[in-house]
């Protein structure tokens, strides 16, 4: 039962079914994680108890996780040698070498060609490739080279930073955000420059202050923002230093700057919309269409496994394991292409708040087959031991085998009109009328079976120990009818919605934007207002100043504003000899810009990813440099030559840069710099005294490894934002929020409770899953960034997370159990009788996500001792088997709530059980406490 997150590639995600088994890569993958993450050995360290209360994970009785050899005393991929600077070269080297034998082998496969040509990979390569050969055609054309200037070459920039994979709605984004930003820094350093021309200091100030500006942007705005701000930042060191050395103020100067960069925004939009375009709403359609064909075929698998049918062969089980990575892959998709498909207009029957209907609805299908993939598989041994859960299974067989054939027929209607082929026909709308009043009845037989065996069963279980088992069966019967429910909501939101005409319907971002309200919140105003008692005039004024000052002390004590006045201050000091005369002639001569512009694009707000960046642009700088002395010598400046030599070199480039490897960059800057080196040679090849080719090439190489330098020593020694201590921050925000969400799901039962409640356990686990994708993204910067502490210990972080992520999702079940109101006879007879010994388990799990949160936030060893919940929920489960409830006849007319009770049961029991393996990781990463207060041993005892 244990989740992982996947990555799929994006040409895994576009390639069709003819093409290649997404099935086969998809089990690949979550094997491959699986290896990484699991620690199937610590159970030997767990007391002989706890080990008998595992009997029931049945999901991993088919599974067998090995452990890796660096789990408990290194950190990487190759261990202690891959933290030092010799281990990341070896391992380079040897990724690169291998990476060369794999390439070599499949050029003599026909089938690697005709993957290639077909995929997305491919088109976005051809967009940038005709991207950059057209503004190379426009600069080596003398009349348009001559208007447009010497730095004509930043109509290479944006296309480089820019995504030719995007949709097209995504792309009108990116865009107008690049012109609006573009337009911005340009307005800004070019009153900067008129302001303070003859004026060195003055200079200086304006660029420090300017581009510690863009960059608080960057680090603040939403991702979006993100490769706007990176342009705004890079030209204004380009507009202050050049537009020094003209001799005196030039407007147009700053306007060839502005429309060189608008140019290439344009040509990137043109090229996304006329080559091969991509529309995120047909994507969106055609995964929404992929899901349902997903679903009908987990559901007669997991249907097959549960009733006993058939046992699974390993083939099976490989399936179950590719289908439960699938689902996570189209829950993940759905909430992506929902959001890039609100900025297209598109023509369908559907507005796009059902379509937004549409995918919500689909997703908490996913969860709930999810559930079903995890618990549909039982062990002979659970069958051995209760014999009576196979005659309950065997009486529940025919109901579950008619509403499975009708969930399937259901499932196929639905794919069809997922797939939004026009309006529907009288004989369709009957169709679908009968096979949703058939849904709706073997629903309902499903319900009586169950109401009828249901006293059978618990009349036998009171003799023998079979409750966690019983628990173990009514999770799979819980998410089964959930999944049952959700589907016939589906069908009758599309009948009701879907009979409409098609026609053109606008963005969605559009439809939701209400300006009113946008124009109210700039202000921090509601419409409606509270009547309250208005204080003095002195009083408002002192209030008000407070809050601003409130507002400046928060905005200053944030790592953002940090990284803003590092970086200001790291421009100032690489930019310092421009503006003392006995220097400036040199830095001048030598191309000093280059060190600021490279500040600029490699510091970013964490050091991990500013070191990655560092090392990517030295190579690439190296690699472009060769390349344009071998175009120089071979062609000298002869525009046919050089164009060929861009022809050469575009395609390889763009290629390795959509493959989404982690060393991509190197090839982006590849391409910059052998563009940068050419052109401005060919731009001032009418001036006798410009620099050689190669003094170029040996320039800006020396120069980026000086703005290299200089990044790294001030992104290390001023306030640096390391991710192995952001990474141990985020971990522990992510264990206090699971700590408050299992104990809001626990009161919620117990406590008067009413829908805020609900409301605000939805966003508790809102916020857990933004959490722990941020650790998983920030484990990966951590991998890369050097220190000089002990390694560190990834296949244990792996672990941690992959735990954390299980308990998310078993709580996220405990949450899904709840959302209706339970029946008054489950309340008193169940919940109300058990409530001291059910606060008395969540009081021992609090405290261990508690202990476990602080101790990996200040890195000190967790105690030995911590109270047992697993010992607790066995005196709630023998409380359980006596109460007078199970006796009561009228047990049997609340079958469906005393299943949901169930299924609260089992996730409560599945969350102790991941917890007790999250506490072991943790004792191996942050080591365990020997000696511990008598009093707090005593207190650990008592409560054990």
Same mark, same amino acid.
């Given at each position: ?13 576009? %390639? ?13 993958? %979550? ?107 426009? %600069? ?9 200037? %010497? ?62 500006? $863009? ?91 549960? &009733? ?200 969605? &971002? ?230 408050? $969400? ?203």
């Amino acid at each position: 039962m244990n989740q992982h997150t996947i990555q799929i590639d994006e040409e895994d995600r576009n %390639q069709s079914k003819d093409e290649r088994n997404p099935h086969n890569d998809l089990l690949k993958e %979550q094997l491959k994680l699986a290896g990484n993450s699991e620690l199937i050995s610590s159970f030997s360290n767990l007391n002989p108890e706890f080990q008998d209360d595992l009997a029931s994970k049945e999901i991993r009785d088919y599974i067998s996780f090995q452990l890796p050899t660096s789990f408990n005393n290194s950190g990487g991929k190759n261990g202690e040698e891959y933290q030092t600077l010799w281990g990341f070269l070896v391992d380079t080297a040897s990724s690169f070498v291998a990476d060369a034998k794999r390439i070599a082998s499949s050029l003599l496969k026909l089938s690697t060609y005709k993957e290639h040509f077909t995929s997305r990979k491919f088109i976005g390569a051809l967009k940038a490739a005709m991207v950059i050969l057209t503004g190379c055609f426009l %600069q080596l054309y003398p009349p348009v080279s001559d208007y447009l200037g %010497q730095l004509s070459l930043l109509i290479v920039i944006p296309v480089i930073l820019f995504d030719m994979n995007a949709s097209f709605g995504v792309a009108i984004e990116y865009c107008l955000l690049f012109v609006f930003m573009t337009v911005v820094s340009t307005v800004f350093t070019g009153f900067a420059l008129w302001v303070s021309y003859d004026k060195p200091w003055g200079l200086a100030f304006w660029i420090a202050f300017l581009i510690g500006m $863009f960059a608080w942007a960057r680090a603040s705005w939403k991702p979006r923002w993100t490769i706007s701000c990176v342009i705004a930042m890079v030209l204004v060191p380009v507009i202050i230093l050049f537009g020094r050395r003209i001799g005196s103020f030039s407007l147009f100067f700053t306007f060839q700057i502005c429309l060189n960069t608008i140019i290439g925004c344009a040509l990137c939009l043109f090229y996304n919309i006329l080559l091969f375009p991509k529309s995120a709403f047909l994507d969106l359609k055609e995964e929404l269409s992929k899901s349902a064909e997903t679903m009908k075929k987990v559901v007669d698998l997991t249907h097959i496994s549960f &009733t006993l049918q058939s046992d699974l062969g390993d083939e099976e089980k490989k399936r179950l394991i590719a289908f439960q990575a699938q689902v996570q892959t189209h829950y993940i998709r759905l909430g992506a292409l929902l959001e890039k498909a609100s900025l297209e207009p598109f023509v369908s029957s559907f507005s796009f708040a059902s379509y937004r209907s549409i995918v919500d609805r689909n997703r908490i299908m996913l969860v709930q087959l999810k559930g079903m993939i995890t618990s549909c598989q039982l062990s002979p041994n659970l069958l051995e031991r209760t014999p009576v859960i196979k005659e309950f299974i065997r009486s529940l067989t025919p109901c579950m085998q008619n509403l499975t054939l009708s969930l399937e027929s259901s499932l196929d209607k639905l794919n069809e009109k997922m797939k939004d082929s026009g309006k529907i026909s009288i004989e369709l709308v009957e169709d679908r009328s009968a096979n949703h009043n058939r849904l709706s009845e073997n629903i309902f037989k499903f319900d009586d079976v169950n109401q009828s065996v249901i006293t059978t069963v618990f009349t036998t279980a009171t003799k023998t120990e079979t409750w966690d088992d019983i628990f173990f069966i009514y999770f799979f019967l819980f998410t089964f009818r959930e999944f049952a429910r959700e589907t016939e909501k589906m069908v009758q939101f599309l009948d009701k919605n879907g009979s409409k005409s098609r026609r053109l319907r606008m963005p969605g &971002t559009l439809n939701e934007w209400n300006p009113w309200a946008s124009f109210l919140a700039l202000f921090q105003f509601s419409e409606k207002k509270e009547k309250k008692r208005i204080p003095k005039f002195k009083a408002r004024v002192w209030d008000r100043i407070r809050r601003v000052l409130n507002y400046f002390v928060s905005v200053i004590d944030t790592d953002q504003f940090r990284y803003a006045v590092k970086i200001g201050i790291t421009v100032f000091v690489a930019t310092l000899p421009e503006w003392i005369s006995p220097w400036n002639l040199w830095f001048s001569d030598w191309r000093g810009e280059w060190i600021a512009i490279t500040v600029t694009l490699i510091m970013t707000p964490s050091f991990g990813t500013s070191f990655m960046a560092s090392g990517f642009r030295i190579a690439g700088t190296i690699i472009g440099a060769l390349w344009a002395v071998i175009t120089f010598y071979l062609f000298g400046l002869r525009p046919w030559g050089i164009f060929i030599m861009f022809f050469i070199f575009v395609w390889p480039c763009f290629t390795f840069l959509y493959s989404g490897r982690p060393r991509a960059k190197i090839a982006g800057t590849a391409l910059l710099t052998f563009a940068v080196i050419i052109l401005s040679k060919y731009a001032n090849r009418n001036n006798p005294v410009y620099y050689e080719v190669y003094r170029l090439a040996i320039y800006r190489t020396v120069m980026i490894v000086g703005g290299v330098i200089l990044t790294l020593i001030f992104d290390r020694c001023l306030w640096p934002v390391l991710a192995r201590s952001n990474l141990r921050k985020n971990l522990c925000l992510v264990i206090h929020d699971l700590a408050e $969400f299992f104990g809001r799901n626990s009161s919620y039962i117990m406590e008067d409770t009413n829908e805020s409640d609900l409301k605000k356990i939805s966003s508790i686990e809102s916020k857990a899953r933004i959490e722990l994708l941020r650790c998983e993204g920030l484990l990966t910067i951590a991998e890369n960034e050097p220190h000089l502490g002990e390694p560190l210990n990834v296949a244990a972080l792996k672990h941690v997370m992959s735990c954390l992520s299980t308990i998310l999702e078993r709580m996220s079940y405990q949450r899904m159990t709840i959302q209706e109101e339970w029946e008054s006879f489950v309340t008193k007879g169940f919940v109300e009788p058990l409530h001291y010994v059910r606060k008395e388990m969540t009081a021992h799990v609090l405290m261990r996500f508690w202990v476990m949160a602080e101790s990996i936030r200040s890195r000190t060893p967790i105690p030995q001792h911590l109270p047992d919940p697993i010992k607790v929920r066995s005196k709630l489960l023998r409380m359980f088997k006596k109460l007078p409830a199970l006796q009561d006849s009228r047990f049997t007319q609340h079958s469906f709530t005393i299943t949901r009770y169930y299924a609260f049961a089992l996730a409560s029991k599945e969350v102790i059980i991941e917890l007790e393996r999250l506490v072991q990781t943790i004792r191996i990463l942050v080591g365990e406490e020997k000696e511990v207060s008598p009093d707090f041993f005593s207190i650990s005892q008592h409560y054990s």
